[in-house]
């Protein structure tokens, strides 16, 4: 349902019972459109209220549903900010997806050990913790008691705001807008017809703005892209950021063994191609067919570039966003991934996590791979002024 769902979201050609689905939604909208506008009067007029915490809150969030890529960004601001401007950060999230209930204050790192399972945890936050360093990670639905343990337990200097665009309750210093650059805002209506959870007009409650490029290989995509940057600098007067997706290593999940690809030279290869108990997963180069699955929101980038890299897909699946795999699913995808002739099984670090526990006592005919995921940005100029003026309309754009 939420792929049929988000086709009707993002995709410009409609068959005709998806424009129907399009249709019956959009008879809904309305009712999300005032429970919405009414909300924000709650706000406005002080109703509900805002809280300030003694923290400098950084909030990263977005207009729409699904993927913009929040995560890996918020694993480079937590780094950057506990390396470069050595301050102690701690990263507040909502935890969806994990089983811990969310009216509690739940510490999945205290900066040193990961206390709970991708699968209680979620697996956002569990990659969040265990992709940072000596940066606790807590969640729970309410950041105002989160934010406040931090800030008692770990003497937090910095809170990490994830997907926290919407959770006006507490207040933020630094208020980051994420913008897919392919996708843009959809059809640009509101849930449950488009996938914005507000009016575009809220992008004014933004400081800065990234645009996150995921296929930033793609040079007929850079002028379009240029023209949204300038269009949103120009119509919000915001700092626009441009940010790529950069692609690392593909490693063996449970070995950590690294795959080759079908640009390196065959004797490099040859030694790549082997595991550490002597398995030969040799079929590279023209005939290096592999597998690929995901469970995130928007996976075609992911595709794209393992196509791109020289791998000859035979198969791909898709997954709801946050799917929690099972025994059962990992036996068929690497059975399917059998009878196509993949020689490999490549998903993401987001699925990898709750993968981990699962395949690590399975005797699998062909390995599980996950492909390594950074952002790459200007983080001096986004953050290296935090505490000067970080609320000013200078152009900061790379």
């Not at 729409?64 to 694993?75: C, E, F, M, S, V």
């Not at 198969?315 to 699913?329: A, G, K, L, N, R």
């Not at 791979?369 to 790459?376: G, I, R």
Request: net charge neutral.
């Amino acid at each position: 349902m939420k792929t049929y769902i988000n086709k009707i979201h993002y995709s410009n050609k409609l068959i005709f019972k998806q424009y129907v689905a399009k249709i019956l939604l959009m008879g809904c909208t309305p009712f999300y459109t005032v429970a919405n506008s009414f909300r924000m009067l709650l706000y406005k007029y002080n109703i509900l209220k805002t809280h300030k915490l003694p923290a400098y809150v950084i909030s990263i969030g977005n207009l729409t549903t699904g993927g913009t890529g929040k995560t890996p960004l918020t694993i480079a601001i937590a780094n950057y900010i506990k390396e470069k401007l050595h301050k102690n950060v701690v990263v507040l999230s909502r935890g969806y997806g994990g089983s811990l209930s969310s009216k509690d204050v739940n510490i999945i790192s205290n900066g040193k050990n990961i206390l709970f399972s991708s699968k209680e945890a979620g697996d956002e936050p569990y990659l969040i913790a265990s992709k940072t360093d000596f940066t606790p990670v807590i969640t729970g639905s309410s950041r105002i008691k989160s934010g406040l343990f931090a800030i008692n337990d770990f003497n937090a200097d910095i809170l990490l705001l994830d997907d926290g665009y919407q959770h006006i309750k507490l207040y933020r210093d630094l208020n980051i807008l994420v913008i897919d650059a392919e996708k843009k805002f959809g059809n640009s209506l509101l849930l449950p017809a488009g996938p914005l959870r507000e009016p575009l007009s809220m992008i004014n409650r933004a400081d800065k703005i990234i645009l996150i490029d995921k296929n930033p290989n793609n040079p007929e995509k850079t002028e379009d892209i240029q023209k949204f940057a300038d269009y949103l600098k120009n119509k919000f007067n915001k700092p626009v950021f441009m940010c790529n997706f950069k692609y690392g290593d593909i490693y063996n999940i449970k070995n950590g063994e690294i795959l080759a690809n079908s640009t390196q030279d065959d004797e490099n290869q040859k030694i790549a191609n082997y595991d550490k108990e002597g398995h030969d997963w040799g079929q590279y180069g023209q005939r290096h067919h592999v597998a690929a699955f995901a469970g995130i929101a928007h996976p075609e980038p992911f595709y794209n570039y393992l196509s791109q890299s020289g791998y000859n897909l035979v198969m791909t699946e898709d997954f709801t966003d946050h799917y929690m795999y099972s025994s059962q699913d990992i036996l068929r995808i690497v059975n399917q991934a059998k009878n196509l002739g993949a020689t490999a099984i490549i998903t993401t670090e987001k699925d990898c996590v709750k993968l981990i526990d699962i395949i690590k006592d399975l005797d699998l005919e062909i390995p599980i791979f996950a492909l390594k995921l950074e952002v790459d940005l200007d983080l001096d100029g986004l953050l290296g002024l935090w505490n000067n003026d970080t609320k000013n309309d200078e152009d900061t754009r790379c």
